[in-house]
């Protein structure tokens, strides 16, 4: 049994060794299903584009056009939703040169349905290869030529000051080919748009043509779409340099940051707050803000402050309202005729969201926080001090050593250097009432008659 058992397993080797070569045949020969002779073309780098055209933008499109042709990639496609651009002139035309020069074909693809293309990045369309655009969308306010080198065209010399939809882009021919009156809805579409182009010796092969069981023609893509976005560092930054995020976070840090103030010790509210304040100037810089609007809200946080520290909205409170609304409404400046003024959105949460804070939130923090028994100050109650200036209904006091912010109590004025007695505190703010002559509380009164009459 144990001969014939080597016997088996010598019998099974050597049957593997003699299968190897071939397998190996098998492998380097012809394919042997239907399969393997389907058409793998090569893949279509879409690049997707969204907001403003930063630093941040025009660097990856640059990226992305090496790296197209570094991983062998038959196009470059951008997927396009932008309102403008934020960098130079000069910088928008070294964009055009990128994408006119590129080894690889270039299209644009306005889409999907609701995507803008206004300003400077609409000049782009000039030196793509293909270009396409998503029923739904929108594009012009082009501005004035960026470059003799690239010269606007008559159809986009129209729409220097306006904006249009598909059907009038396309009777514009804007669009350096002709496309369906349904535009070009999705990416597949926009791979289906690059199929046959040349340009020299290159020839793009995207779709091919099948026929179904029931013989309907159909075009099938061959070509992978390869989505391509910025990397989470290169995104959190472009996100930050949007209108309504960069305004958003100004507020937002500069309110963390007083309310650190008036809390003891550094703690998380400080630390977003910090950071906040450094992302939204970072997106202040990128963004065509007014300085003296940025210089508004500042000045606005300062006032409110004030009232922060006395625990009660009053006057400077009103005007920090009032510099922070017109801080809002004039933060930016428009580009190419397009306005990046934040969203309503943005503003409503932006304005109700800091008054909100100074007017509730804040002050009853501070209240809260100084009115705790842990202060100490509770033997002020009772006491005797005197009136530095005259209290009516507010004023300055001197109880002990030190002095005091003060109000009468029922309403009765106290003259500078009057003799007074504490009778409460509220939050930071002393209640007192004259030694002699203070108003009587005809409540209190109405208690003690029925007393009386039972005595």
Known sequence: MRRLLIALLGAMAVSIVLAAPAAAQTDEGEPTSEADREIVAAPVDILQVNGLF?????????????????????????????????????????????????????GIWVGQSGAHLYGAPAQLLLVADVTGMAPGASIGNVGPQLTDEFP???????????????????????????????????????????????????????????????????????????????????????????????????????????FEFYTAGVGIAGVVGAGSAILACYGLAALPARGWAVGLIVVAMIAFAVDVQVGIPRFWTGVGIVLTIVGTFWLYEPITGTSIWPSWLAVIAGLGGTMLAFIVGMPSMVRTRFATPTIGREWMVGADGVAIQAIDPEGTVQVGDAQWRARTNRATPIEAGEALKVVAIDGVTLEVEPLEGAAKDYREMRKKEPQDAES
Do not use: C, W
């Open 54 to 106: 930063d630093e941040i933008v025009v660097d990856e499109i640059i990226r992305s056009i090496d790296r197209a042709v570094d991983d062998g990639s038959q196009a470059l496609v951008l997927q396009t939703d932008s309102k403008g651009a934020v960098v130079s002139d000069e910088r928008m035309v070294e964009l055009m040169h990128a994408i006119d020069e590129a080894p690889v074909p270039v």
């Open 152 to 258: 606007l065209g008559p159809g986009l010399n129209q729409l220097r000051e306006r904006t249009v939809g598909l059907s009038d882009a396309r009777d514009l021919a804007i669009f350096k080919q002709r496309i369906s009156d349904e535009g070009i809805a999705t990416v597949a579409n926009m791979i289906d748009a690059l199929d046959g182009y040349v340009e020299g010796d290159i020839e793009l092969d995207t779709t091919t043509e099948v026929v179904t069981e029931s013989g309907v023609v159909q075009r099938e893509t061959i070509a992978v779409a390869r989505f391509i976005k910025l990397d989470l560092v290169d995104q959190l930054f472009h996100t930050v340099a949007s209108p309504p995020v960069a305004y958003l976070l100004f507020l937002i840090g500069l309110a963390l940051l007083i």
